[in-house]
DNA sequence: GTCTATATTATGATAGAC
DNA sequence: GTCTATCATAATATAGAC
């Protein structure tokens, strides 16, 4: 109970931590950002939409009701633009994993907690995701400069319950892969998905709603010391 | 075993689809072809890495030792040529689910074998399904005139499986997101998992090999019938 | 079929008036 | 700070010689 309560606090502070930093932006600096801001919030949907290379700085100035020369008053470069938002947004999808995953008594409650948080943000930012997977794959140099400390710790803290015998034992990394997978997928996969099974948006939407629950359970399934009845291997 | 030995012949021939059809159009049309397949190469390579947006005829041409002008008299644009690449990769990625699907006799056994050799088709070819998310996303009229049946018959199978008592009865959709997302976020992710956990191209290369037994070991859990102890929902 | 040279347009960026 | 007008260049595409 006590430890849910840091965990909860934990993972909605990295929910909400965009929402809070630009609002003290804003209002820290009155009006005269007002400009500033319109062409970030332009230039996030064009960026985040159609990537560095499908952006235009027209259509950037067009969203934002103002011209070109104004981006490049506010921001030397397209460039400088660019990452300037990339790094507001890789904050986002790469939260610092502070006392949250020391202060979890239970782990797999601590991982459940994670995936209900995480695609909490990810439906608040569905474009997130495959836009920082294209800056990684696009320009690896600006995708090396933001750091992400929880896998690694997430990692350590996997080996450290496993060895306490509080989840069955597990290659680690092995299960990230899939528990971020099974998270990430339908976000990065939405077209492509309601393509090839023909569901609507709203159908679709249900689907995200119910994935919380349909992940949660492979990490029961999986990690539950006793639920050890029909693992062995097939090949 | 019968139904082990369709199986295999229908994934494997899923497998090789693509280097088989090159095969034959290079011996068909002997050597007038050569500087098409130059190109086709050229572009290939160019497209997949780079994207629609992001290159450029002349890399294509330099990639493939001739000049701007031949691109443009072998393939009238950047847009055709980028939609011949397009079509071949898509029937590599989405296979036409032929008899495989109703030729098994077990459910979990046929869903196994597919996990290993989609695995292996990606580990082939794994610029792929990013390449294929990129269309997705940036060109939804193109991507929709490709079909994947696969998607729509597996669901299908799998709902026959769970009533003929096979299987757990289970989500079919939410299961196949699962899949599709563990099987291919490996791929999609690399670069953004190896910089996240510090991982060499050789760790990372050992984590893929290691890939299969673990999304078969999920696959088992989660279908077989008799392992349904932890599976009450968490919140 | 292949090349060089050139046309045409799109796009990032700047100058200078207000 | 904001605008209009313009520059400079990069990229797709074509013309025409060989």
């Avoid at 606090?9 to 209002?27: F, G, I, Y």
Wanted: glycine fraction near 4%; proline fraction near 3%; aromatic fraction near 10%.
């Amino acid at each position: 109970m006590a430890s849910r309560l840091v965990l909860t606090s934990w993972l909605n502070q990295m929910v909400n931590l965009s929402k809070k930093a630009k609002t003290q932006r804003v209002a820290a600096t009155a009006d005269k950002l007002d400009t500033k801001q319109k062409i970030l919030a332009a230039a996030e949907t064009e960026f985040m939409t159609r990537g560095y290379d499908g952006s235009r700085m027209q259509a950037i100035a067009d969203r934002a009701g103002l011209n070109k020369a104004m981006l490049h008053y506010h921001f030397r470069s397209k460039d400088e633009l660019f990452e300037q938002i990339f790094r507001d947004k890789a904050s986002l999808l790469f939260p610092k994993a502070h006392e949250g995953l020391r202060a979890h008594t239970n782990f797999i409650e601590f991982t459940c907690g994670f995936v209900d948080m995480y695609l909490a943000l990810l439906n608040q930012h569905p474009y997130l995701p495959f836009y920082m997977l294209q800056v990684a794959t696009a320009n690896a140099v600006l995708f090396s400069q933001v750091a992400a400390d929880f896998p690694v710790k997430f990692v350590r803290a996997f080996t450290a319950a496993a060895k306490a015998g509080q989840i069955r034992d597990h290659d680690p990394q092995q299960f990230l892969l899939s528990l971020v997978g099974m998270c990430m997928w339908p976000f990065i996969g939405k077209n492509m998905i309601q393509h090839n099974l023909g569901l609507s948006d709203a159908v679709f939407a249900t689907l995200l709603e119910q994935r919380a629950a349909e992940v949660k359970r492979y990490v029961v399934l999986l990690l539950t010391p006793e639920a050890r009845a029909a693992t062995r291997k097939k090949s």
